[in-house]
C-alpha cells in the first residue's frame, strides 16, 4: 500500500526525528561529578569512586583526605600529616542494558560495554600550615549502552543501531583551610568536559492509509557532541565530634551545558522498511542544551571500637531541575530548527550504609539505595530502567611503609542491578504515554572493580 499524501507523512516523520534526537540527548551531560560508570538515572545514578572508598559503598566525605579529597570532599586536602600524596585510580566497567525496542516489544540485549575510567590527583599540605591544596584530573562517569541490528519491523532492510557512548572528565583544582582541631572547610574549582555519541529511534503514530496502528520508525544519530563549562565548583566541610565520629558535607554547584555536534536522519518506510530519501538529513550541525544539577552529600563515619567502623552517607540530587532538554539542528525543520524534551525527572536520593572491620588487610562492604528517578513513560532500553537500583560493594587495601614514605594498594568490587516494568496505561500498539516507550521489561547490570594506589611523600 503506498501513501496518498507524502507531505503529510514527510512533516510527521520529520517530527519524528526531532523528538529523537532530542531523546538521544537527555543522556549527553551524564554524570558530571558523578561516577556511574555504567548507567544512567537523570544523568546519573550512584557515586562509586577510587579504590579505597568503592569498597564502603562509595562513602568518602566525612574522612577522606590528601589527593583523592579533590573529588570527594575538599575540605579534606588540609590531611592532618604535611607532605604530597599522588593519587592514581582505574575502575574497568562492564556494564549489559536489556529492554524492548522494536514493534513486536521484543526484550534486546546490548553489546557487553567495557569501560575504564581513570584519575591522577595530586595533594600537598605544607608543614606548620593550615593549608592544604590539591590538582587533578579524572574520568568521573560515563555510559555505554550498544544496542546492533535492531529490527523496527521483522524485516531485514530496516536494521538499525541504538546506543549510548557517554564519557565525562574533569580537571579541578582546590584549597582547604583548617579553623581548628576539629573543623576544616575546602573548595575545588571543576571544569567538566563532556563528549558523547548516540544513536536513538522514535516513532509516530500515523493517521491512514496506514491502518491498523502502524507507526513510522525515525532513527537519529548525534555524534561528537562536546562540550567544556568551567563555571563549575564543590564546597566541602569536614568536622570532628569527637575522637570516635566524623562528619562530612560537600555542595556541588549547578552545571550549565551546551554540546554542539553533528545530527543526522533516517526515516523509513512503515509498509516495506525503505528509507525515506526525502523525509531524512545527514551531517547537520546540532546543539543540545540542559542543565546538571546541584547535589549535597551529608556522610559519617562512627569508630565503634578498634576492630570496626560505621559509615552512612546521603545524597540528594535536584533533578526536578531538568523539566526538559532542548536541542536545535537544521535536521529538524519541520519544527523550525528547534524542538524539547519533557523529561519531568523526580529528585534522585542514593541512601549509603557500610562497615569496615580493621586488621592488617581490613574487609570493606557496603550498600547503596537509589530511588526511582526516570518515569515509566520515559523508559528507553538504553537508560536505566524506572526503578530503584541496588549496589553492593567489598574491598580492601594496605599500607606499606618505606621510611618517610608510604604506599597504599586499595581494591574494591562492585555490582549494581536495577529494572522497572512498563505495561500499566499503554496506549493501542504497545507504546506507552508518548509514544517512544515499548511495554516490557527495563534492567541493566554492571560489574565494576575499583583499583587504586596512593604514594605518600
Known sequence: ????????????????????????????????????????????????????????????????????????????????????????????????????????????????????????????????????????????????????????F??????????????????????????????????????????????????????????????????AKLSGLKDTEAAAFRFGAQYKVSESTELGLTFRSEVNLEATGKADLKVFNPMTGAVLPTASATDKDATARTTFPMAVTLGALHKLNEDWNLLGEYVWTQYSRVGEINVESDAFASTGGKTSLKTEWADQHNVRVAAEYLSPWPVRFGYIWTNTVTKEDHARASFTPPGPAHTVTLGTGKAFEFGEQNLRFDAAFEYTTTSGDVGNGAAAGGNAVGGDTRNGKYSVNAYVAHLGLTYSF
Open 154 to 219: 521483522g524485516g531485514e532492510s530496516d536494521k538499525t543501531e541504538v546506543k549510548t557512548d557517554l564519557q565525562i572528565m574533569e580537571i579541578a583544582a582546590g584549597a582547604a583551610y583548617r579553623v581548628s582541631d576539629d573543623l576544616k572547610i575546602g573548595l575545588a574549582w571543576r571544569v567538566v568536559m563532556a563528549q558523547a555519541n548516540f544513536a536513538f529511534a522514535s516513532r509516530s503514530a500515523l493517521l491512514p492509509p496506514f491502518p491498523g496502528g502502524t507507526v513510522t520508525i525515525a532513527n
Open 1 to 152: 500500500m503506498e501513501c496518498t499524501n507524502a507531505s503529510t507523512q514527510k512533516t510527521k516523520t520529520m517530527t519524528t526525528g526531532a523528538r529523537i534526537a532530542l531523546s538521544a540527548v537527555a543522556g549527553l551531560v551524564g554524570s558530571a561529578v558523578v561516577t556511574t560508570t555504567a548507567h544512567a538515572a537523570g544523568f546519573e545514578k550512584s557515586i562509586v569512586w577510587g579504590g579505597r572508598s568503592a569498597g564502603v559503598a562509595g562513602i568518602a566525605t566525612p574522612y577522606m583526605q590528601g589527593a583523592d579529597a579533590l573529588y570527594f570532599n575538599p575540605a579534606g586536602l588540609a590531611a592532618d600529616k604535611a607532605g604530597h600524596t599522588l593519587s592514581f585510580n582505574i575502575s574497568p566497567t562492564s556494564s549489559q542494558f536489556k529492554g524492548p525496542i522494536n514493534n513486536q516489544n521484543t526484550e534486546e540485549t546490548s553489546k557487553s560495554g567495557l569501560l575504564t575510567p581513570l584519575g591522577l590527583t595530586y595533594g600537598f599540605t605544607p608543614s606548620e600550615s593550615s593549608w592544604g591544596f590539591g590538582l587533578g584530573a579524572y574520568v568521573s562517569g560515563g555510559s555505554n549502552a550498544h544496542f546492533e541490528n535492531v529490527k523496527f
